[in-house]
């Protein structure tokens, strides 16, 4: 079981990404859905995360009010919207699917998982 993010790239500091994520072939409906980042050097750190419910959702403090996770299960993919990009920004972001906080079929999710299925990354990049 595949996922595949996008949306990557390089902005300048300030400005704006979304960052998608998209399973290859299951329905993400059925999962939480989290956020992770990580820089050379540095230990990966859970970003963000959303529930099955789509009202669960969970930020580290590092993006709190500057970054934004939702999903459109029609469509099949979570955004992470990123404004407001920082120095500290820049990582290789993943997205991972799994179970809820409680298990199968609990709505809620933590940023640091449980998490069965990842996808390859995508390099976000922010010029000072």
């Known amino acids: 079981l595949d996922l595949v993010e996008s949306g990557g790239g390089l902005v300048q500091s300030g400005g704006s990404l979304r960052l998608s994520c998209a399973p290859s072939e299951f329905p993400l409906s059925y999962y939480a859905i989290m956020w992770f980042r990580q820089a050379p050097g540095k230990e990966r750190e859970g970003v963000s995360c959303i529930g099955t419910d789509g009202k669960s959702t969970d930020y580290a403090d590092s993006v709190k009010g500057r970054f934004t996770i939702s999903r459109d299960n029609a469509k099949n993919t979570v955004y992470l919207q990123m404004d407001n990009l920082k120095p500290e920004d820049p990582a290789v972001y993943y997205c991972?699917?799994?179970?809820?906080?409680?298990?199968?079929?609990?709505?809620?999710?933590?940023?640091?998982?449980?998490?069965?299925?990842w996808g390859p990354g995508t390099q976000v990049t922010v010029s000072s």
């Open positions: 991972a699917a799994g179970p809820g906080l409680g298990g199968a079929g609990d709505g809620r999710c933590s940023r640091h998982g449980p998490s069965d299925y």
